[in-house]
């Protein structure tokens, strides 16, 4: 399967900092990636849609400064928690498409944010 | 919107019996379906994939089942080991947009 990388792994911050999140394709361009969050025993959730050089898709109910998204090529996106509060502590999943309709989506590794 | 569950129904397997994970999805036009499988604190990883054209596909131990007119999905995993316990998610195309993941299930697999 196409391989999806997601940096860092794991990360704590202090309340009001931000972090940045990287989701990288490492062999196939992505035009589209997807960024999800995940609570404990519960299923995945769409945040948004990232778009190659253009805006983001938000899902209903997710704030679109709180949570930046920007996918300048077409092999990283990225996604920076601004002045994350501890409520923001999760898991963050980024996944991108291999081509278009009826092919496959792979995820990266995740990234547990703790915000102390 | 998506599918987030409340909690997640697990499966319990004595090792080296069958498992036998179900889903209903719920958009019939769906033509694409995926099954997952997430360890603790890891990303989904790729299964087993089928398309609406196929009521079946088979793989290295496992085997997807599709009815569509019902609009379940299930995943078969023969042999059950200790390895596959882990949480297994189906998921939906949603019109080459996105996927819409359903609310999961933990097979446990009983030594």
């Known amino acids: 399967g196409a391989v999806v990388s997601q940096h860092p792994s794991w990360v704590i911050c202090k309340s009001g900092t931000s972090v940045k999140i990287e989701c990288r394709s490492l062999d196939f361009q992505a035009t589209t990636m997807f960024w999800y969050r995940q609570f404990p025993k519960q299923s995945l959730m769409l945040m948004a849609t990232?778009?190659?050089?253009?805006?983001?898709?938000?899902e209903q109910g997710v704030e679109k400064d709180k949570f930046l998204i920007n996918h300048a090529s077409l092999t990283l996106s990225t996604l920076t928690v601004t002045s994350a509060h501890p409520e923001d502590s999760s898991f963050y999943i980024c996944?991108?498409?291999?081509?278009?309709?009826?092919?496959?989506?792979?995820f990266g590794e995740g990234s547990r944010l703790t915000v102390l | 919107g998506e599918s987030v569950g409340l909690h997640l129904p697990t499966l319990s397997v004595q090792e080296g019996d069958n498992s036998i994970i179900n889903c209903a999805y719920s958009n019939s036009a769906s033509d694409y379906f995926i099954w997952y499988k997430q360890e603790s604190g890891k990303g989904p990883q790729f299964i087993i994939d089928i398309r609406s054209n196929m009521d079946k596909r088979q793989g290295q131990r496992v085997t997807v089942l599709l009815n569509k007119t019902v609009k379940h999905l299930s995943l078969q995993i023969a042999a059950t080991q200790p390895g596959d316990s882990a949480v297994y998610f189906c998921?939906?195309?949603?019109?080459?947009?996105?996927?819409?993941f359903g609310p999961g299930t933990r097979l446990s697999v009983l030594p």
């Open positions: 996944s991108a498409r291999v081509g278009g309709r009826n092919r496959g989506l792979f």
């Open positions: 998921a939906e195309d949603n019109y080459g947009q996105n996927f819409v």
């Open positions: 990232s778009n190659e050089g253009s805006k983001a898709t938000y």
